[in-house]
């Protein structure tokens, strides 16, 4: 397995839960687990409103909202169903506020409901619109947290974990294949997952696979609220999307450690790890 953000422990567990007895592998260039976009999100765990009926992504998001709160409840991991509005705030975006609320209804999110533009306000005092959709299964978690406790099931399970391991090649035969990593080190194995996040196209180029479809980085940067002004958001407060572009819109969040953050924006950048202000490579 290589990665050890979220996916790639999750999977290394689901492995070793399937398969008792097996011998699993996780390798990962970095010196922690969740390291990069494990670690480097706005931690939440969302109900499955935007997804089209029918897709992975719909059916995932909503069992995998699921899968998530008992998990963390299992293990004594924080969440909290804090809820989030998608606000309309012109009669324009109507239209596409009861599109979100088919598609809600359509993938089966609990509880989803349309709201007024005055219980708007007794959910979220300090918002406003003309109306919304609010999710009450919409929560928030670190993500970071959930995957130190699967790093702890894969051990447990008899899984290796491998930190600091880069992988620098792969060669190929008919029965298995060989990772090349740091100092002359290799790992022999009869299958590999690549769960590199960002670094996932780089080494399927390495494992032989086209060079298309290429990963372009973006960075998402947020605004935080200051402490004297975070009682102004209780949850999760988002805009009606633009369908004519592939983000959710600016929106304020409350994370599980007490902070809000305001964003994120999207800038091309020219380094996959470029994840503070004036980082270029």
């Given at each position: 397995?290589?990665?050890?953000?979220?996916?790639?422990?999750?999977?290394?567990?689901?492995?070793?839960?399937?398969?008792?007895?097996?011998?699993?592998?996780?390798?990962?260039?970095?010196?922690?687990?969740?390291?990069?976009?494990?670690?480097?999100?706005?931690?939440?765990?969302?109900?499955?409103?935007?997804y089209?009926?029918g897709?992975?992504?719909?059916?995932?998001?909503?069992?995998?909202?699921?899968?998530?709160?008992?998990?963390?409840?299992?293990?004594?991991?924080?969440?909290?169903?804090?809820?989030?509005?998608?606000?309309?705030?012109?009669?324009?975006?109507?239209?596409a506020?009861?599109?979100?609320?088919?598609?809600?209804?359509?993938?089966?999110?609990?509880?989803?409901?349309?709201?007024?533009?005055?219980?708007?306000?007794?959910?979220?005092?300090?918002?406003?619109?003309?109306?919304?959709?609010?999710?009450?299964?919409?929560?928030?978690?670190?993500?970071?947290a959930?995957?130190?406790?699967?790093?702890?099931?894969?051990?447990?399970?008899?899984?290796?974990?491998?930190?600091?391991?880069?992988?620098?090649?792969?060669?190929?035969?008919?029965?298995?294949?060989?990772?090349?990593?740091?100092?002359?080190?290799?790992?022999?194995?009869?299958?590999?997952?690549?769960?590199?996040?960002?670094?996932s196209?780089?080494?399927?180029?390495?494992?032989?696979?086209?060079?298309?479809?290429?990963?372009?980085?973006?960075?998402?940067?947020?605004?935080?609220?200051?402490?004297?002004?975070?009682?102004?958001?209780?949850?999760?407060?988002?805009?009606?999307?633009?369908?004519a572009?592939?983000?959710?819109?600016?929106?304020?969040?409350?994370?599980?450690?007490?902070?809000?953050?305001?964003?994120?924006?999207?800038?091309?950048?020219?380094?996959?790890?470029?994840?503070?202000?004036?980082?270029?490579?």
């Open positions: 397995m290589v990665g050890a953000g979220i996916l790639g422990l999750a999977v290394a567990r689901e492995l070793l839960v399937r398969n008792a007895g097996s011998r699993v592998i996780v390798v990962d260039q970095a010196d922690t687990v969740g390291a990069h976009q494990t670690g480097h999100n706005s931690g939440v765990i969302h109900a499955g409103v935007y089209a009926p897709s992975l992504k719909a059916r995932l998001c909503v069992d995998g909202a699921a899968r998530m709160y008992d998990y963390c409840a299992r293990h004594g991991i924080d969440c909290q169903r804090v809820g989030k509005l998608i606000i309309a705030t012109s009669e324009r975006e109507l239209g506020l009861g599109e979100l609320e088919r598609r809600a209804r359509a993938n089966g999110v609990p509880g989803i409901r349309r709201v007024t533009g005055e219980e708007i306000a007794e959910i979220e005092p300090h918002a406003a619109g003309v109306a919304a959709l609010h999710s009450p299964n919409t929560g928030i978690v670190d993500f970071h959930v995957c130190e406790r699967i790093a702890r099931d894969v051990r447990e399970a008899g899984g290796d974990i491998r930190l600091g391991w880069r992988v620098g090649g792969v060669s190929t035969n008919a029965r298995s294949l060989r990772l090349l990593g740091p100092d002359g080190d290799a790992v022999q194995a009869s299958r590999a997952v690549l769960c590199a996040g960002l670094w196209d780089r080494l399927a180029v390495l494992a032989g696979a086209p060079p298309d479809p290429r990963i372009v980085p973006f960075r998402g940067g947020y605004l935080k609220l200051r402490p004297g002004q975070r009682h102004h958001v209780r949850g999760l407060i988002y805009p009606v999307p633009d369908p572009l592939p983000f959710l819109g600016v929106h304020l969040t409350r994370r599980i450690d007490g902070e809000v953050l305001l964003g994120p924006t999207a800038l091309l950048v020219a380094s996959r790890q470029a994840y503070r202000v004036g980082t270029a490579s």
